[in-house]
């Protein structure tokens, strides 16, 4: 243990700075150590790039048959891409870096006054270059652009040295080193106070790179063998066996092997993913071994100074230099000058290496084999000199320097400085300049990171895609980051070049195989190009890297709702997370998706509305299409007001919900609100109303809308508008949008037009007699041809039932009831096997019968166990029996529960008039009529109920203005009649009032 702390019988004032320099060593090192792990994470992190992608969820489906048409409701997922940042100058590893080197150079200053004047003028020379390789002039102290700065260090620091060196020769290490500390610490002051250049330690250290990298070099040779002397210390220290010698050559061997593979793999020759060990452990390794074995050295240069402990301080001077300018290096990701220490490691730990071995069998072979200690004597040698053997090292490795090519260190170390000074000019602001000085640095390292990184970034924000993608393909090559990989696979996805994209995240997984935001990336670069399976696989391996989980999670609910998997979130609690808006809004997406409702009340938080939670909101407003409640009404007031755009998103969620609880004229108004002023809305909000004007059988307003959202670019409406024409009988121009949506580019849609073009086309009855009984159904409705005969040719018993349905429909809209009625029984002897057409011609009898007051019919179909599928008709049918069973009570209950809600259900709109007016209460008889009427102004039915009221309430201007809106659609019969009625209500009126 003494030996192996030999420091412990040192004077007290030399042991104390030995240990004060060992703990800057040691400082050094666990800032290098922190360098090495955390890479480019020290000037680069991560940012989102956020991409909103809206889902296709079926919200209902209009039927008209034969026409079956999805309304879609688009949910919003987030994915979340990580992106590279901006670079972060360390400006802290610049501060430290100046700290340490004065330091270094303080101990060595120090060591260099006790060596022979020959040396110390010599050393002191050196200390000179170095001053001069500061360029301290550029520091404008007092302003001065001369060389007054540099004059004025060589007076702070030469005289000092030769005082120490020539007069008081006698002054104690200690002295020395604390004199040169307050010189510096002068010097320090005179630059950071006199100084008139913004960061004027930073451009210190940056200039200072360049002399710093030559020390490290000269360093990590001096230590290149002392890892094979290390073996042969441990070997030879056990005399116990002779055949220790064989131990020391195969584990030589086996570290020179793995040195070997480290030079292929770094020339080329080889490309091996996984090396033996970091170049920069190795170094590390020989540092801490040459503690020791600098001393075994003394020998060799005690001509200099004693190892006690001048050159124990020297060692570890040089040390503390290189390991705090490799950290610094890493620190400042300024890759070419790791690539240049990189190299020298390399380099010299193999040339050395192999010439040490020789050097060892030359001189102590004999006595290795005996199992003799030779540690003592390592440094003694007999047979081949000391200088000889490092001359032949120096010769093996400039041999493999030029071999590789002896200008590439050089090339990089200007590289690494102008990399520098485009630092120091982006912390200045001036980025033309520093961009100027990358430039420079990528034409002198052409494939270093560091400079291409910036340049990449530059080029992206003045829009030069191309360029950007070079730079980042360069900055690939060598010292290649998660963050260049990452950012030049989101250029290409901007571009639409989605394999460019993923191959350069498989390349970039290659190279970082645990890298989280990678995995998170290919993750939804797959879900882009649809291969679910794959993307949620890399989402899956993403969220198990702690960097990553937060944005994989999310990520993962918003593919999941892409796919057709059914996941219980409740049994997968870990994908949910309610204090996070983006999460919110992927859950209740993927629920959506799937038509499913999710957590009844919003889990989340709604203060700071942002762009997530108002999205978040919407998607719960989707999700709540399958509940009954209201509550969502009051969540989306809670944020109106806050984006204009995102409001009118959460209107149409209102709108939606209000739709399909039976608030139809709530509903309508709100999709007024959206459409009107803003045209991104208005193509998708009247194909909207144009499905649910059809929903509704209003075929006429369908048409207006359709024709509205394919004005207004909305790429489904052109089909809605085919079938709106259709189904509102003008053949004409249905056959014009039918061969407009043939040359569509939707498959189904062109399938749909080739089966009905051909029907709407023909016109001659004895063809269509040889159709199939589906194309001849589809004919009648078509054409209206109800009088054709060709039911009559059909063997189906359902499409007959299904054209008398229609028929009926019809009638019913045009107020025939007994021709209705008529039609509709006809399908009653008929053998149905369409249980859904059943109960459409039940609902269908209902509706006759509540319009003729046929109570008698109605509680015969109820009482049987018919339920009719709409609620408001349930309300309707059981407040007409109550009405006629005299509980006026229950029948207002289910009568105010629909009032103003759903002005195309003619038939409680007028049966709640009826009402009103039997009671007395002819207010809301009147509300009733004149509030559906004038939303659905094309029932002939509601209006004529007005014109009646309107004649015994005596308002005859509104009257007389309804029943001439109506006037076309009547007979002259029938038009003579309720004139005659309307009058004579008036009439009754006027006597009454006199």
Request: contains cysteine; aromatic residues 14%; glycine residues 6%.
């Amino acid at each position: 243990m003494g030996s192996f702390l030999f420091w412990k019988n040192w004077e007290k004032g030399d042991r104390i700075l030995y240990l004060v320099l060992g703990a800057l060593f040691i400082i050094s090192v666990i800032l290098f150590i922190i360098s090495l792990i955390t890479g480019a994470d020290a000037i680069l992190g991560w940012e989102s790039l956020m991409q909103s992608e809206a889902v296709k969820t079926i919200v209902d489906t209009v039927e008209r048959p034969p026409f079956t048409i999805p309304v879609v409701a688009e949910s919003y997922t987030f994915l979340d891409f990580f992106n590279g940042t901006d670079i972060e100058i360390n400006r802290n590893a610049y501060y430290l870096f100046m700290f340490f080197v004065a330091m270094g150079f303080v101990f060595l200053l120090s060591v260099i006054t006790y060596l022979p004047r020959f040396w110390y003028m010599v050393a002191t020379g050196l200390f000179v270059v170095v001053l001069i390789f500061f360029k301290l002039e550029l520091l404008l102290l007092f302003e001065s652009t001369s060389k007054l700065a540099l004059i004025l260090t060589l007076v702070l620091y030469l005289p000092l040295s030769y005082y120490f060196h020539s007069f008081n020769k006698n002054a104690s290490l200690y002295i020395r080193v604390i004199s040169f500390s307050v010189i510096t610490l002068v010097f320090a002051l005179l630059v950071g106070f006199a100084s008139d250049v913004p960061l004027p330690f930073m451009l210190l250290a940056i200039n200072g790179m360049p002399v710093m990298l030559i020390i490290a070099v000269v360093f990590t040779i001096l230590v290149a063998h002392d890892i094979v002397a290390g073996f042969l210390n441990a070997v030879s220290s056990d005399t116990s066996s002779v055949g220790n010698w064989k131990h020391f050559f195969i584990i030589t061997g086996i570290y020179l092997l793995n040195i070997l593979i480290i030079y292929l793999n770094a020339t080329g020759a080889i490309t091996w993913d996984i090396l033996p060990v970091n170049v920069f452990v190795l170094l590390l390794i020989s540092t801490l071994v040459g503690i020791w074995g600098y001393r075994q050295r003394e020998p060799q240069y005690d001509y200099l100074f004693p190892f006690k402990p001048l050159g124990a301080i020297f060692y570890l001077s040089l040390a503390t230099i290189t390991f705090t300018s490799i950290g610094f290096f890493h620190a400042t990701g300024n890759d070419p000058l790791l690539d240049v220490i990189q190299d020298i490691v390399i380099y010299s730990h193999l040339g050395y290496g192999f010439v040490f071995i020789m050097y060892i069998a030359a001189n102590f072979l004999s006595p290795l084999t005996r199992g003799m200690p030779i540690s003592r004597v390592l440094y003694k040698p007999g047979v081949m000199p000391y200088f000889t053997y490092r001359f032949a090292g120096i010769i093996a490795f400039g041999a493999l320097l030029f071999l590789e090519n002896w200008e590439l260190p050089v090339e990089k170390t200007f590289a690494g400085y102008y990399n520098g000074l485009g630092d120091l000019h982006t912390e200045q602001g001036d980025l033309l300049l520093a961009n100027g000085y990358y430039l420079q640095g990528s034409q002198y390292g052409y494939s270093n990171h560091r400079s291409n990184y910036s340049l990449a970034l530059n080029a992206y924000k003045e829009e030069r895609i191309e360029k950007a993608v070079e730079h980042y393909n360069r900055s690939n090559y060598s010292w290649p980051t998660e963050y260049s990989f990452i950012n030049l696979s989101n250029l290409y996805m901007g571009q639409d070049r989605y394999f460019d994209a993923l191959f350069s995240l498989k390349e970039g997984l290659r190279k970082f195989p645990d890298s989280g935001p990678i995995m998170n990336n290919l993750g939804l670069l797959y879900a882009k190009i649809d291969v679910v399976d794959s993307s949620i696989y890399y989402l899956e391996k993403s969220y198990e890297r702690r960097e990553s989980r937060e944005r994989a999670r999310n990520n993962l609910l918003a593919v999941l709702a892409k796919s057709e998997s059914e996941i219980d979130l409740t049994e997968e609690e870990w994908l949910v997370d309610d204090g996070n808006a983006i999460n919110i809004s992927n859950a209740y997406a993927y629920y959506n998706s799937t038509g499913r409702p999710f957590r009844e009340n919003y889990p989340g938080d709604l203060e700071g509305v942002n762009q997530f939670i108002h999205t978040s909101v919407y998607n719960y407003l989707v999700n709540n299409l399958w509940r009954p409640d209201t509550l969502s009404y009051a969540l989306a007031d809670s944020i109106y007001g806050s984006n204009i755009f995102l409001d009118r998103r959460l209107i149409l969620g209102e709108a939606l919900n209000r739709y399909y609880k039976g608030e139809v004229s709530q509903a309508f108004g709100l999709m007024d609100e959206i459409r009107i002023g803003d045209l991104f809305w208005t193509g998708d909000m009247n194909y909207l109303i144009g499905l649910w004007n059809l929903e509704n059988l209003e075929d006429e307003f369908a048409v207006e809308n359709m024709e509205l959202a394919r004005d207004n670019y909305n790429r489904q409406a052109n089909y809605g508008l085919a079938v709106a024409y259709t189904l509102a009988g003008d053949i004409e121009k249905a056959i014009d949008v039918w061969d407009s949506v043939s040359n569509s580019r939707d498959t189904r849609q062109v399938l749909a037009a080739r089966k009905i073009l051909p029907i709407l086309k023909e016109t001659d009855t004895e063809v269509v007699k040889d159709w199939n009984d589906e194309e001849i159904y589809r004919w009648v409705v078509f054409h209206r041809a109800w009088d054709s005969g060709l039911e009559n040719s059909i063997n189906s018993d359902n499409f007959k039932a299904a054209i008398d349905l229609q028929h009926t429909l019809e009638l019913i809209e045009e107020d025939k009831l007994d021709m209705a009625a008529e039609i509709l029984a006809r399908a009653e002897p008929l053998n149905l096997t369409d249980q859904n057409l059943g109960d459409r011609l039940t609902s269908t009898f209902l509706e006759i019968s509540a319009r003729t007051l046929d109570i008698a019919s109605i509680k015969v179909i109820l009482d049987g166990g018919f339920v009719p599928p709409d609620p408001v008709d349930r309300d309707h049918y059981h407040a007409l029996i109550f009405a006629a069973e005299g509980d006026t009570v229950r029948a207002d209950e289910l009568f105010s529960k629909w009032e103003f809600k759903n002005p195309f259900k003619e038939g409680i709109t007028v049966s709640a008039s009826r009402f009103y007016e039997s009671i007395g209460d002819w207010d809301k008889a009147y509300d009733w009529l004149q509030n559906a009427g004038s939303l659905n102004s094309n029932s002939l039915y509601i209006q004529k109920n007005y014109i009646r009221i309107c004649g015994i309430l005596g308002y005859e201007l509104f009257g007389r203005y309804v029943l001439d809106l109506i006037k076309d659609d009547l007979t002259a019969e029938e038009y003579g009649r309720i004139l005659t009625g309307f009058e004579a209500d008036l009439s009754a009126r006027y006597d009454e009032d006199i």
